[in-house]
């Protein structure tokens, strides 16, 4: 491999990219605009939920409940019904995801000491806006009954049994609010990795078929791995300069915590990045088309980025089939890297079996990528 | 005319049929994208990993720790004697949840204090880091009431019964067990056929040109209106094809119900495929090459797909996207076939999203044509 060869490929692709809007648009614009899109678009926190709550009792004690729901910061107490076919309308046009049924004997059972069941209503169909707000209300509702029965021991005489017997203590490490966009916006980093670095390396190869520059290149003295590396060195530093705005933008904007190693976080990228851009260029030999590579390039890419690496579907929650399919998406480990980056803290040597593994990955790839293109014309 | 259009039509097809790259998008990425949702886009929370620390070995904490195994959503799979071990735990391997009983649990219950349940999270996802912490709540806050029962029950038995008890009932509407797939697999419609019409019609306008038989068409006797009625009509019916196939997958392989009134469906479906069409046609005219159409459709559709409230709720969204969300045709569509499909609600319900879903695709279908006919002129 000749140095001086492989520059000159380089630099012939840079002022390629440079003289090309479109290029640029998809290395400067493209990953801007993915992380506002992700970073303000991919959130999952529910927080004032809208609620319809149905007192059909409306005495004091259900007056205090009903406040436990508006001053909860995750309700917006949206309306309180007067009956219930307003309330079932008002959950089946969408109006309310949670409705709010305190019965009509509500005192009167708390007097006596009968079970008073309250129903939560909940529009399922968002199952995971249906779990949160389940969770949420329970956590209103049960607030409420400790009170109720705290004051009932009192009232009884038997202050010495009014306490609450076990209380939950929360630590919570690496994203202490349980914010989404915590959650969700590290990984967003291979995702746009995965969509830049896949469009502009499908690129390579196809266009110089389509523009009809092939020959001269194969009629040149370069060798099929100088046109390689020349090639794709130009995306890696650009995909390493987009890495470092996206990692800016997570944390100057989104507040998005950066706890672990610099050196970690490069490493890891640039491991991801070789795999993406030999994926791309493989793809670009073989379809030899601008239009067909790009196309299947994001399939291969960004698909399995989005749906298969943990980026925003756990895991372990898929099926073992899924799950064992996981582990051969790189992304996979791209994107717990991140994560432990971002979030955890964590420098080079925390994160060995994912560099290991995309290591591998990186290595097949790049194996595979030297041998696709030959110097041959038909 | 009617002849002219049905040539057209024909030509399509035609068309279609000899394109190889063509077939396999009408029907692989479909079938792949629903089984993909169907089975990897999943929000639930079942059998999460813990792991424990019982510094007490009490009858009492061994209690607690059981109920939550019992459950099913939680599953012990680590029993660690000192807390040195969770700082390599949590965070490093794919338990994100533990539970420690200090020493001096069943002391502090006995003598009547309150007694402390520690639970250490791993936050970094949030989502279900905040289910699990949701049921974390339920479990804990049972045993405190079973707890302080019995303990009542001790001293004053005849007591018990007056004890003031409230629980929340749940009851969740139109997807009983919370379900992933019902939420997704309906939504898979609308964004499949989102991507594979806006594609197909700006791809086989913008070819046309690109190739230069659009020159041909024009000196034919065919009109603008005409050759536009040929153009999209085709892909309509294909965009409907791709609807019932994936509609048939989704409810037969997944078991997603269909309640709602097939009518309505279709008119949803109708006006959102005109939308869609809508769309192709415009982008095909800002474009002359198809690599251009295909970066043109990606810069529409990406935002689309991630404004439109398939995956993430719109609600969550602050109030400027909120607001970039009702120029999405998606939404609406969305908001239709989870309507029809799960809540079985008719047009008494889904009158305003049929209503902007048509206005919308009537300010498209106008723009497009007429940016259309002057771009063939």
């Known amino acids: 491999m000749n140095l001086r060869r492989t520059a000159a490929i380089g630099r012939k692709e840079l002022i390629q990219i440079r003289r090309d809007p479109r290029s640029l648009l998809i290395a400067v614009v493209l990953p801007l605009i993915q992380i506002l899109l992700l970073g303000y678009g991919a959130r999952l926190d529910a927080d004032h939920i809208p609620v319809y709550i149905l007192d059909q009792e409306g005495s004091q004690n259900s007056q205090a409940l009903l406040k436990g729901f508006q001053a909860s910061p995750y309700f917006d107490v949206v309306k309180v019904a007067r009956n219930y076919p307003e309330l079932v309308r008002a959950i089946d046009a969408d109006r309310c995801k949670l409705g709010i049924v305190i019965p009509w004997d509500f005192s009167e059972r708390l007097g006596d000491g009968r079970p008073v069941s309250v129903q939560a209503l909940l529009d399922g169909t968002d199952n995971n806006s249906a779990q949160l707000a389940e969770g949420y209300a329970t956590a209103v509702v049960d607030s409420y009954a400790n009170r109720i029965q705290l004051d009932w021991f009192s009232r009884h005489g038997l202050s010495q049994q009014a306490t609450v017997p076990v209380s939950v203590d929360y630590r919570t490490w690496f994203n202490e609010d349980l914010e989404s966009k915590n959650f969700i916006i590290p990984g967003t980093v291979a995702l746009v990795m995965a969509l830049m670095g896949a469009l502009l390396s499908s690129l390579t190869i196809a266009r110089e078929w389509e523009r009809g520059t092939m020959e001269q290149l194969i009629a040149s003295p370069v060798t099929p791995l100088e046109i390689m590396i020349g090639k794709l060195a130009p995306y890696l530093i650009i995909g390493l300069l987009d890495a470092i705005s996206c990692a800016a933008f997570a944390v100057g904007w989104f507040g998005v915590p950066f706890r672990g190693g610099l050196g970690a976080f490069f490493f890891t990228t640039t491991l991801f990045l070789i795999v993406i851009l030999g994926i791309g260029y493989m793809i670009s030999v073989a379809t030899r088309s601008q239009l067909g590579a790009s196309q299947y390039a994001l399939l291969v890419t960004l698909m399995p980025t989005a749906m298969l690496s943990g980026f925003a579907f756990p895991i372990d929650q898929m099926p073992v089939a899924i799950r064992v399919v996981s582990y051969v998406v790189y992304s996979r480990y791209y994107v717990s890297a991140l994560k432990r980056i971002f979030l955890g803290g964590a420098g080079i040597n925390d994160l060995i079996p994912e560099i290991i593994a995309m290591a591998i990955y990186a290595a097949v790839i790049a194996f595979f990528a030297t041998r696709a293109f030959r110097k041959q014309i038909e | ?377």
């Open chain 2, 1 to 377: 005319m009617l002849n002219r259009v049905w040539r057209m039509i024909i030509k399509e097809f035609v068309q279609l049929k000899r394109d190889r790259y063509a077939r396999f998008v009408l029907i692989v990425p479909p079938i792949l994208q629903m089984l993909i949702y169907g089975y990897a886009a999943t929000f639930e929370v079942n059998h999460v990993k813990i792991a424990v620390i019982d510094y007490d070995h009490s009858q009492e904490s061994r209690d607690l720790l059981s109920r939550f195994t019992f459950t099913g959503r939680f599953e012990a799979a680590k029993i660690l004697n000192n807390e040195r071990e969770l700082k390599s735990l949590i965070g490093e391997s794919d338990i994100p949840l533990a539970l420690k009983i200090g020493p001096g649990f069943a002391e502090a219950l006995r003598k009547g204090e309150t007694a402390h349940l520690q639970v250490i999270v791993d936050g970094s996802n949030s989502n279900t880091a905040l289910i699990a912490v949701g049921y974390v709540n339920q479990i804990a806050n049972q045993f405190s009431q079973d707890y302080a029962r019995n303990r009542l029950n001790q001293v004053m038995p005849a007591m018990v019964a007056n004890v003031p008890q409230i629980d929340l009932a749940p009851r969740p509407w139109y997807n009983p067990d919370l379900n992933s797939q019902w939420f997704f697999v309906p939504g898979v419609i609308g964004s499949i056929t989102l991507i594979l019409v806006v594609n197909i019609t700006a791809f086989a306008i913008v070819r046309e040109r690109e190739i230069g038989t659009l020159e041909q068409i024009m000196v034919t006797p065919i009109r603008p209106f005409e050759l536009i009625l040929g153009k999209t009509i085709p892909f309509f019916l294909v965009g409907l094809a791709d609807v019932v196939l994936v509609a048939v997958v989704g409810t037969l392989w997944f078991q997603v119900p269909f309640l709602g009134n097939p009518l309505v469906l279709l008119l949803g479906v109708t006006l959102f495929l005109l939308s869609t069409l809508g769309v192709g046609l415009l982008i095909s005219t800002l474009c002359s090459t198809q690599q251009q159409a295909f970066a043109s459709g990606f810069f529409f559709l990406n935002p689309a797909f991630i404004l439109s409230g398939f995956a993430f709720p719109i609600t969550s969204m602050p109030r400027a996207m909120q607001m970039l969300t009702y120029l999405n045709p998606l939404r609406y569509f969305l908001v239709i076939l989870r309507g029809t499909f799960l809540k079985g609600v008719g047009l008494n319900v889904l009158w305003p999203q049929m209503t902007a879903l048509a206005a919308l695709t009537f300010v498209l279908l106008v723009v497009s044509v007429a940016r259309f006919r002057k771009s063939i002129d």
